[in-house]
């Protein structure tokens, strides 16, 4: 009985997979065939399952006559006057908003080829659905461990005090026993070398702990805020390989480097409706995040209906009221532009490494001491030419004429003024 | 022994309020309030108390207006016959803002915003859709034969309007950064060998205005 069930169930698999296989086969060539023809032809408005700018193309022989691909082929080769005396694909126009661009060339050949790749992918897509089990990552555990040490440490401490007690005790014992006489010893917070220690380390902890308080005055180093979607830069920027200045774009000539308006998030999640390929995703409190629920979430903000994808009117969308998390004083002037543009600072150096971070925090502290430090060190790209390099620089005559000269051989931001008060402040 | 347990208690506390990690969900707050936050209405701020005293903010320029150093705005309208008729819509840039340079520009442009679906080799094969997250297929805009007999101005109007799953381009880039790029298309076409009609149209309106 024990042995049965396996048996059966990897005969079932069995049978599966070779019926499956079989169907494959038979069509194989003419699948390859329409898979190159699907994806000149047919895959900038059409997916096999889902609906686009035309509807989804899985199951077609089920709907209207396209059971019969001399009727397909007529409506592909010339839509126009397929539609005129057919009263479903005028529907279909109604639905979609456009009508489907014809395609004389197509074959019947072509049809069928079409058609099998259709198929096969529909037959591969169940077959394939249910073994989608993908490794769990584990959530960080690096707070654990702080966890961890500090117990240990508060263990060994009480460990410590004991002991010192055990020992006084043991002392006092033995000096009865020898009939050595010594003054009543004193607890040990009336013991002055005690007293004495204790207050030594609450001044230098005190101390240490003010100190550091007073610092992160108006500091948000690590400030990671619950955004309105969970939104993962690791997954856009990093998997996805999305440029930066796609979204942020100002940050090329702008002071801001701006939040992408809800029309930039649809240039491509019109298309993308669900979360399915990628890791998966966890907030900071370890709990599971669904990707395709996020989405909706950004469709709600957008009013776009996913089923009917070419209804959606952009100006009708909401703005996201995403938490801002770099915050400069107001006494504070930056100017994006001039650090990426003129500067060729990368992201990454003031914002860590976004490409994976789920959710964003702040990693530089943003604190004066950071900027001018940064300020000291930094080159300029003062090497220019016609082509490359910036000509942002090209005023500074004397620098340039020193770099030929040989006298200087770097030129930093600070020797341009970056240390200068009212460069930032005014 | 009561005093012992009092100081374990209150260091075991202590250790606990310093060890409790976890990210920072509060801004903390400001050293000196009055030089920290703005008065005025800065970038993103919420309009929300204008709209309060009855001055509705819309955070657009003014109908008919045009930008220091931008061009005149596109008019054609976004319909069918719009759309038919931007056939016959020439790049207004001129050979001075089409130098080499100029292109390069227009490169990094198209590399930004349009190669992660249309590809770095403007193939239609950008990481977007290779990789299987994106469901549709973009354009090959160097082997597509319709890419290749679309006029600039067609391909302008899409980029501007946007075109079946294509969004509009309008909010990320300006007028003349979207003709830089059909420019920069249009030159890619005609260095991978594009038909001889195509090339000389491209050639013309360069050089016309």
């Known amino acids: 009985m024990i042995l049965c069930k396996p048996i059966g169930q990897r005969l079932s698999v069995l049978f599966l997979s070779f019926f499956a296989l079989s169907v494959v086969s038979v069509s194989a060539q003419d699948a390859a065939a329409g898979k190159a023809l699907y994806a000149s032809k047919c895959g900038a408005c059409h997916n096999i399952f889902k609906k686009m700018t035309g509807p989804a193309l899985g199951g077609l022989e089920d709907r209207h006559k396209w059971a019969d691909h001399k009727e397909l082929l007529a409506w592909i080769n010339n839509p126009a006057a397929y539609m005129a005396k057919d009263a479903y694909t005028q529907g279909l126009k109604a639905e979609y908003g456009s009508m489907m661009t014809g395609f004389p060339e197509i074959t019947l050949k072509d049809v069928d080829d079409l058609v099998a790749y259709i198929n096969a992918e529909v037959v591969a897509q169940k077959s394939g659905g249910d073994k989608k089990d993908v490794a769990a990552e584990a959530p960080d555990t690096s707070n654990q461990n702080a966890l961890i040490f500090g117990i240990i440490s508060l263990i060994l401490g009480v460990v410590a005090l004991i002991l010192m007690q055990v020992n006084s005790n043991l002392k006092k014992m033995s000096d009865d026993a020898e009939g050595i006489l010594r003054p009543a010893p004193l607890p040990f917070y009336r013991n002055k070398t005690y007293i004495a220690l204790a207050s030594v380390i609450f001044f230098v902890f005190g101390g240490y702990m003010v100190a550091k308080g007073a610092i992160g005055l108006g500091r948000q180093t690590n400030y990671q805020p619950d955004q309105p979607i969970f939104y993962s830069h690791k997954v856009h920027a990093g998997i996805n390989q999305i440029n930066c200045l796609y979204c942020h774009g100002n940050a090329w000539e702008s002071k801001h480097a701006a939040i992408p308006s809800v029309n930039v998030c649809m240039n491509c999640h019109k298309a993308i409706s669900t979360y399915e390929k990628g890791p998966k995703l966890y907030n900071d409190r370890g709990e599971e995040i669904d990707g395709t629920a996020e989405i909706a979430k950004l469709y709600k903000y957008a009013g776009f209906d996913p089923n009917n994808p070419n209804k959606w009117d952009p100006s009708m969308a909401k703005p996201i009221e995403w938490v801002k998390i770099h915050n400069l004083p107001d006494h504070v002037y930056f100017n994006h532009s001039q650090h990426v543009t003129a500067g060729n600072v990368q992201c990454q150096s003031c914002h860590g490494e976004i490409t994976a971070m789920d959710e964003v925090k702040q990693v530089a502290e943003l604190s004066m001491g950071w900027c001018i430090n940064c300020h000291r060190q930094t080159n300029v790209n003062f090497n220019y030419d016609s082509t490359k390099g910036n000509k942002f620089y090209s005023i500074y005559e004397k620098f340039h004429n020193d770099i030929k000269s040989g006298k200087m051989d770097s030129v930093k931001v600070k020797d341009i003024g970056g240390l200068e008060c009212q460069k930032c402040h005014y | ?209």
């Open chain 2, 1 to 209: 022994m009561k005093k012992v347990l009092y100081i374990t208690g209150s260091l075991s506390l202590v250790i606990a309020l310093v060890s409790c990690g976890g990210p920072r969900k509060d801004e903390g707050r400001a050293y000196m309030p009055d030089m920290a936050y703005s008065r005025a209405y800065e970038t993103y701020s919420s309009t929300e108390a204008l709209d309060k005293a009855n001055i509705h903010y819309v955070a657009r320029p003014v109908e008919g207006t045009i930008a220091r150093g931008e061009m005149p705005a596109y008019t054609l309208k976004n319909d069918s016959a719009g759309y038919a008729q931007s056939a016959f819509v020439k790049n207004p840039l001129d050979s001075a803002d089409l130098t080499a340079e100029q292109l390069t520009e227009a490169a990094r442009l198209y590399q930004i915003n349009c190669g992660i679906c249309h590809g770095a080799k403007l193939d239609g094969n950008g990481p977007l859709y290779t990789s299987g997250a994106y469901p549709a297929a973009p354009r090959n805009l160097i082997g597509d034969p319709l890419m290749l007999a679309m006029t600039e101005g067609t391909m302008f109007h899409s980029v501007t309007y946007g075109k079946n799953l294509m969004g509009s381009y309008a909010s990320q880039l300006s007028t003349k950064q979207r003709w830089q790029i059909i420019a920069f298309i249009k030159a890619e076409q005609a260095k991978k060998g594009a038909p001889a009609a195509a090339a000389p149209a491209a050639a013309d309106s360069t050089a016309k205005k």
